[in-house]
C-alpha cells in the first residue's frame, strides 16, 4: 500500500500511518458458503483514473470482524433483519396494509438495492431507499414515515439489502439523476473544516493507511447498513457521513439533507460494480 503524507496542518493534526500490511488482502467473502460476494474489482470509468480499482471496506477490518459476515448466525445485523421481516408482513397505517400485501416476498424485491439512490419521476427527485420506503408508508399505507436511520428504517433496508447480497451495485449517474450526482461529487472533493480535509483525502489518497487507530478504507457504501460493534447497532449510509465529516471538524449536513442524498448518490456510484453485502459488519 501506498503511504502518501499529508502536508499542513491536516498532517499535524491527524497523522496518517504507514500502511500497516492489509493482513487479508486477497481474502474472500463468500456468505453461508453460497452467496459469493465481489469486494475488490475495476473501477468504474467515471473515477477517470482516480482509484483504478475499488475494494469494499470488508477487506479492510481485521479476521474478526470479516470472519462475522461469512455466516448469517454470526452476523449480528440479522436480528435486525429478522425484525424487518416481521414489520414487512404487519399491516400498518390507515390503509390497513403491510408491505407483503403489495409486493410479496421480501425476497421478490431482490435487484433493488443496488440502483438505490435513483431517481424517482414523480417525485421529480432522486430517492434514497430509505425516501422510497417512507413513500409507500406515507402514500400507500397511510402510515408514518420512519425518521432518516432511524432503527426501522435501518432495519427495513437492511431486508432489502439482504436479499440482494451478491448483486453488483449498479446506480445510475446519468439521465435526470446527473445534476445531482454532480453535487454529489462536489461536496466529496471540497476541503472542509479545521484540517482542511475532503473525503477523497481520507478515501481516495489515504486508503490502507492508519489513521488513529483505524484502518481507512475506500469509503465504500456496498455494505450498509452496516453494523458497527463499536455502537452494537446499525448506522446508516448518512449517519456515517455525519460522523466522518465531524472528524475533519467541519460543520456538518444533516442525514436528509440535499446535499447527503446526493452524497450518497455519488458515493453509491463509486462503488458501482462492487457486490451489495449489506447489511454488513464492521469495527
Ligand atoms: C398499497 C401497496 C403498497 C404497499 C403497502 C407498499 N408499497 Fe412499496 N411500492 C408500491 C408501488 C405501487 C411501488 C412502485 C411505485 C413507484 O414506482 O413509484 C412501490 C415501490 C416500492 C419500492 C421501490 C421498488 C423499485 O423497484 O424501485 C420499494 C423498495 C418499496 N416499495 C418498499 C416498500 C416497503 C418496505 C413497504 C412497507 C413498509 C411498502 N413498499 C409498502 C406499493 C406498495
Ligand atoms: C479524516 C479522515 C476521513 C475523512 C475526511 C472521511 N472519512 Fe469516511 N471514514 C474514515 C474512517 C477512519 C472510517 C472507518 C474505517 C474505514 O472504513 O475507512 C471511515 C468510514 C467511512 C465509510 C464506511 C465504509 C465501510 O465499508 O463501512 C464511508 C461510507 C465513509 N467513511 C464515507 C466518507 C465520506 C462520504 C466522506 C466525506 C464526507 C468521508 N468518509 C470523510 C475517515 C474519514
Known amino acids: 500500500m501506498k503511504a502518501k503524507l499529508l502536508t499542513g496542518i491536516a498532517a499535524a493534526a491527524l497523522a496518517f500511518g504507514a500502511g500497516a500490511a492489509m493482513a487479508d488482502e486477497d481474502a474472500e467473502l463468500v456468505i453461508n458458503g453460497e452467496i459469493e460476494i465481489v469486494t475488490k474489482t475495476a473501477a468504474p470509468a467515471h473515477l477517470d483514473g482516480a482509484l483504478d480499482e475499488i475494494m469494499s471496506g470488508w477487506r479492510f477490518r481485521d479476521d474478526t470482524t470479516q470472519a462475522m459476515q461469512m455466516d448469517d448466525f454470526d452476523n449480528p445485523a440479522m436480528l435486525a433483519v429478522e425484525d424487518a421481516l416481521e414489520i414487512w408482513a404487519t399491516a400498518d397505517g390507515s390503509e390497513g396494509k403491510s408491505c407483503m400485501d403489495c409486493h410479496g416476498a421480501a425476497e421478490d424485491m431482490a435487484g433493488v438495492k443496488p440502483v438505490y439512490p435513483k431517481w424517482n419521476e ?162
Open 122 to 283: 414523480a417525485a421529480g427527485e432522486v430517492y434514497t431507499l430509505q425516501m422510497q420506503v417512507n413513500d409507500c408508508r406515507e402514500n400507500r399505507m397511510g402510515a408514518e414515515p420512519w425518521k432518516v436511520d432511524a432503527s426501522d428504517a435501518l432495519a427495513m433496508e437492511g431486508l432489502l439489502s439482504s436479499v440482494s447480497r451478491g448483486m453488483p451495485m449498479n446506480v445510475a449517474i446519468d439521465g435526470p439523476a446527473q445534476s445531482t450526482w454532480e453535487q454529489g461529487k462536489e461536496l466529496y472533493y471540497t476541503r472542509t473544516g479545521q484540517l482542511d480535509l475532503s473525503c477523497a483525502t481520507c478515501h481516495e489518497q489515504n486508503y490502507g493507511n492508519m489513521i488513529r487507530a483505524d484502518h481507512l478504507s475506500m469509503g465504500m457504501v456496498n455494505g450498509f447498513p452496516t453494523y458497527r460493534l463499536k455502537d452494537s447497532k446499525l448506522v446508516g449510509v448518512q449517519s456515517r457521513f455525519k460522523g466522518c465529516v465531524r472528524d475533519t471538524r467541519a460543520e456538518t449536513y444533516s442525514p436528509g439533507s440535499p446535499e447527503f442524498i446526493a452524497l450518497e448518490l455519488y458515493v453509491a456510484s463509486r462503488a458501482n460494480g462492487l457486490s451489495v453485502e449489506g447489511p454488513a459488519v464492521r469495527n
